[in-house]
């Protein structure tokens, strides 16, 4: 039975920083890219990052690049998100997800290629 538990979320003032954690069971963990995705009261979930099986490719949304970092412990069997200069409108529910994907390209930033998704970690940013 696959698992995917997201942790770390919480309450930041706006420019503060959070570390979201997603540890992964039940799968053969180095055989997947993992993917951040976030949805918000309303919207649509969207993509935030992505990280390759061996953890040598990444990509982001636009509106993150240059303030999210997505990593990876294929030991710990854990994807991570750092999350830096936080603003309001990045205040949703994060979901990481599971894809499995053991080619050398880009992780794909489609929801609908992931496999396996965790229960998601609320993230509120306060102005």
């Known amino acids: 039975q696959v698992q995917l538990v997201e942790s770390g979320g919480g309450l930041v003032q706006a420019g503060g920083s959070l570390r979201l954690s997603c540890a992964a069971s039940?799968?053969?963990?180095?055989?997947?890219?993992m993917g951040w995705f976030r949805q918000a009261p309303g919207k649509e979930r969207e993509f935030v990052a992505a990280?390759?099986?061996?953890?040598?490719?990444?990509r982001s949304g636009d509106s993150m690049k240059g303030r999210f970092t997505i990593s990876r412990d294929n030991a710990k069997n854990t994807v991570y998100l750092q999350m830096n200069s936080l603003k309001p409108e990045d205040t949703a529910v994060y979901y990481c997800?599971?894809?499995?994907?053991?080619?050398?390209?880009?992780?794909?930033?489609?929801?609908?290629?992931?496999?396996?998704w965790g229960q998601g970690t609320q993230v509120t940013v306060s102005a």
């Open positions: 990280i390759s099986w061996s953890g040598g490719r990444t």
């Open positions: 997800a599971a894809d499995y994907n053991t080619a050398w390209g880009l992780p794909t930033f489609s929801l609908y290629e992931y496999d396996y």
């Open positions: 039940g799968l053969t963990f180095s055989s997947y890219s």
